[in-house]
């Protein structure tokens, strides 16, 4: 596989979906999203036209920002209104022959632009998609080898309950993606409640990553509706560090601009209001990108996922690897925690300790095994690792929310 933008190079991918709508595509709009630590954007918020979105990459040009073009006529076109097929029997298709025409016309509006990263092709495709959104992405492979092309999957909602794991599959093996990426919102709207089988679906995302060597990527609630609360700093912090601990290597915020409410499902304001106003979650995902995920992201971006296991989780979830000793980490004391462990294939790992409680602080204690010697914690402050006092156990305290990341050698 070529290297891809986002997926290839050190820089660890923070995007938004719904950036500002068009007539606040502005110099001063895309300024303002690099500002909060976001490399890319997926366009939508009715930039669903050449014009605008051309006038989008534009913007993201001077500011530094890569864009995933998504809602494109031709995109629509594409795969969403029709089926892809070269037996002219079936109905609403498009031959192969058609779907690289509409490639190369996307590739000579929006080439031209340095932010141009690839074209998202779908959103939650079903099983009876898959064959489409597949010949799409042969297509963007044979026609803009040099763009990504990105679908985001459906989370697992047990529809039929014990097949995610076959549908990710299926996934894989059809479409033949660069990376995975799904979205799931876990912070349901009483305060404090959460959906513990959020865990379960990002073991099964893990393990087809794992299995199909591909990296994953995630959603993050920043953003409340209906269905699920407006997520504090912490909550948001914490649904990153959970993510990173099973391996993830790119962050999406759902959303960046509140979608209007005349669209339904109660959307609230997001990082940013209708009014166009910064908000407490853009001030807290731009600390959080800019102090936390960029440093601790580009160290983990290369690395794989060992395993992830949790130690004491009070809800004991489905699907979830509780924590057992290992030549690393032979014990663990105190708060529950989740442990995500990552190798580079050369001696020694990296050890990223979550604090299971998005509300309250954690103390706990890890006593490493008999394949430690020495033990540094990385400082995102400096970007480097620095000594702790023992190489025999180590005492992590947590903020709601938060990770250390420790290598061990």
Same mark, same amino acid.
């Given at each position: 596989?070529?290297?891809?933008?986002?997926?290839?190079?050190?820089?660890?991918?923070?995007?938004?979906?719904?950036?500002?709508?068009?007539?606040?595509?502005?110099?001063?709009?895309?300024?303002?999203?690099?500002?909060?630590?976001?490399?890319?954007?997926?366009?939508? /918020?009715?930039?669903?036209?050449?014009?605008?979105?051309?006038? *989008?990459?534009?913007?993201?040009?001077?500011?530094?920002?890569?864009?995933?073009?998504?809602?494109?006529?031709?995109?629509?076109?594409?795969?969403? %209104?029709?089926?892809?097929?070269? !037996?002219?029997?079936?109905?609403? *298709? #498009?031959?192969?022959?058609?779907?690289?025409?509409? =490639?190369?016309?996307?590739?000579?509006?929006?080439?031209?632009?340095?932010?141009?990263?690839?074209?998202?092709?779908?959103?939650?495709?079903?099983?009876?998609?898959?064959?489409?959104?597949?010949?799409?992405?042969?297509?963007?492979?044979?026609?803009?080898? *040099?763009?990504?092309?990105?679908?985001?999957?459906?989370?697992?909602?047990?529809?039929?309950?014990?097949?995610?794991?076959?549908?990710?599959?299926? &996934?894989?093996?059809?479409?033949?993606?660069?990376?995975? @990426?799904?979205?799931?919102?876990?912070?349901?709207?009483?305060?404090?409640? &959460?959906?513990?089988?959020?865990?379960? /679906?990002?073991?099964?995302?893990?393990?087809?990553?794992?299995?199909?060597? $591909?990296?994953? %990527?995630?959603? =993050?609630?920043?953003v409340g509706t209906s269905w699920y609360r407006v997520p504090t700093t912490a909550e948001m912090?914490?649904? #990153?560090?959970?993510?990173?601990?099973?391996?993830?290597?790119?962050?999406?915020?759902?959303?960046?601009?509140?979608?209007?409410?005349?669209?339904?499902?109660?959307?609230?304001?997001?990082?940013?209001?209708l009014a166009g106003q910064q908000t407490a979650l853009y001030q807290g995902a731009k600390m =959080?990108?800019?102090?936390?995920?960029?440093?601790?992201?580009?160290?983990?971006?290369?690395?794989?996922?060992? +395993?992830?296991?949790h130690y004491n989780d009070p809800a004991d979830p489905a699907k979830v690897i509780p924590f057992?000793? !290992?030549?690393?980490?032979?014990?663990?004391?105190? !708060?529950?925690? =989740? $442990?995500?462990?990552?190798?580079?294939?050369?001696?020694?790992?990296?050890?990223?300790?979550?604090?299971?409680?998005? @509300? *309250?602080?954690? $103390?706990?204690?890890?006593?490493?095994?008999?394949?430690?010697?020495?033990?540094?914690? &990385?400082?995102?402050?400096?970007?480097?690792? +620095?000594?702790?006092?023992?190489?025999?156990?180590? @005492?992590?305290?947590?903020?709601?929310?938060?990770?250390? $990341?420790?290598?061990?050698?």
């Open positions: 596989m070529p290297d891809l933008p986002l997926v290839s190079g050190p820089d660890f991918p923070i995007g938004i979906y719904w950036p500002p709508p068009p007539e606040e595509t502005t110099a001063q709009r895309y300024q303002e999203i690099a500002a909060a630590g976001v490399n890319f954007l997926i366009t939508g /918020n009715y930039l669903d036209d050449g014009d605008i979105i051309g006038w *989008s990459l534009k913007q993201a040009d001077a500011a530094g920002l890569k864009v995933i073009v998504f809602e494109d006529t031709q995109l629509l076109n594409l795969t969403r %209104w029709f089926d892809i097929s070269d !037996d002219r029997s079936v109905p609403m *298709s #498009i031959t192969m022959a058609d779907g690289a025409e509409l =490639i190369r016309r996307a590739e000579t509006v929006y080439g031209v632009h340095g932010s141009l990263a690839g074209y998202s092709l779908y959103d939650e495709p079903d099983y009876g998609k898959f064959a489409t959104v597949g010949k799409a992405f042969q297509l963007v492979r044979q026609q803009a080898p *040099s763009r990504l092309p990105y679908a985001n999957l459906l989370p697992d909602l047990g529809r039929p309950a014990g097949d995610y794991p076959n549908y990710v599959e299926q &996934f894989c093996q059809t479409v033949q993606p660069a990376l995975l @990426s799904f979205d799931r919102y876990p912070l349901l709207p009483d305060a404090g409640s &959460f959906d513990t089988d959020y865990f379960g /679906n990002w073991v099964d995302i893990r393990d087809a990553g794992l299995r199909h060597n $591909l990296p994953t %990527w995630t959603y =993050i609630q920043s912090l914490w649904l #990153i560090n959970v993510s990173l601990a099973y391996g993830c290597k790119g962050i999406q915020y759902f959303t960046y601009w509140q979608p209007d409410p005349a669209r339904g499902e109660g959307f609230q304001p997001a990082m940013m209001n =959080i990108n800019t102090t936390w995920l960029k440093q601790v992201g580009r160290e983990l971006k290369p690395l794989v996922s060992e +395993r992830t296991v057992s000793p !290992d030549a690393y980490v032979a014990d663990i004391n105190g !708060d529950p925690v =989740i $442990l995500g462990q990552f190798t580079s294939g050369a001696p020694g790992r990296w050890l990223l300790v979550t604090n299971r409680s998005f @509300s *309250s602080t954690s $103390l706990t204690t890890l006593t490493f095994g008999p394949a430690v010697s020495a033990v540094t914690q &990385f400082d995102p402050g400096t970007q480097t690792y +620095r000594p702790v006092r023992s190489n025999t156990s180590v @005492s992590v305290m947590l903020p709601a929310g938060g990770a250390a $990341l420790y290598r061990v050698q």
